[in-house]
């Protein structure tokens, strides 16, 4: 994944067919990681990465509750 990670591709990776249930869960902690570690990083909360690291937070734990969502059943 890129060192850069902006709300357009989260959307892409979220509605994309091509991922299955398990690499969409990784990219979404790859992406995390990626966001959290610029957060650190930049010294100051930027919102729109805070809220975007929040945004994946809560997309992860739904996917984690939700197995039919994980299988793609949409």
Excluded: C, F, H, W
Excluded at 16 to 32: C, F, I, T, V
Excluded at 35 to 43: F, H, K, Q, T, V
């Amino acid at each position: 994944m890129k060192q850069t990670v902006n709300r357009q591709e989260i959307q892409q990776l979220l509605t994309d067919p091509g991922y299955s249930a398990d690499d969409r869960d990784e990219r979404l902690k790859q992406a995390l990681t990626v966001l959290s570690s610029e957060e650190a990083d930049a010294g100051n909360p930027d919102g729109e990465r805070s809220k975007l690291i929040a945004d994946i937070r809560r997309e992860i734990d739904r996917q984690a509750i939700d197995p039919g969502e994980r299988s793609g059943d949409r």
